[in-house]
């Protein structure tokens, strides 16, 4: 049974860090491509950032040189360091994996608030 854990969401302040973990259990992480989606309220789940077999990463405009994804294949972990966060960043956030290019397994989400 594949099942993917999420922690580190949060509050915090407008400028400030977090970085959220998904640990995964009952599948390989480093036979996959990995990404983490986000979902604000009222809005579609969108794709933040993506991470290959080959340790390849990809980011959604908005995020691009602020958050950086990152595995541990070691520990079946994978990361996503949020830095220089904005109000519009609040979200649910969901770990995923990724099988041809669509999100297969998801994990339970995790709330960032960031207050202004």
């Known amino acids: 049974q594949v099942q993917l854990v999420e922690s580190g969401g949060g509050l915090v302040q407008a400028g400030g860090s977090l970085r959220l973990s998904c640990t995964a259990s009952g599948i390989i992480l480093s036979a996959n491509t990995w990404a983490w989606y986000r979902q604000a309220p009222g809005k579609q789940r969108e794709l933040v950032a993506q991470?290959?077999?080959?340790?390849?990463?990809n980011y959604a405009h908005s995020v691009k040189g602020r958050f950086t994804i990152s595995r541990d294949n070691a520990k079946n972990t994978e990361y996503l360091q949020m830095n220089s966060l904005k109000p519009k960043d609040t979200a649910v956030y969901y770990c995923a994996a990724v099988y041809s290019g669509n999100p297969r397994y998801w994990g339970q989400g995790t709330q960032v608030t960031v207050s202004s």
């Open positions: 991470i290959g077999i080959g340790g390849v990463s």
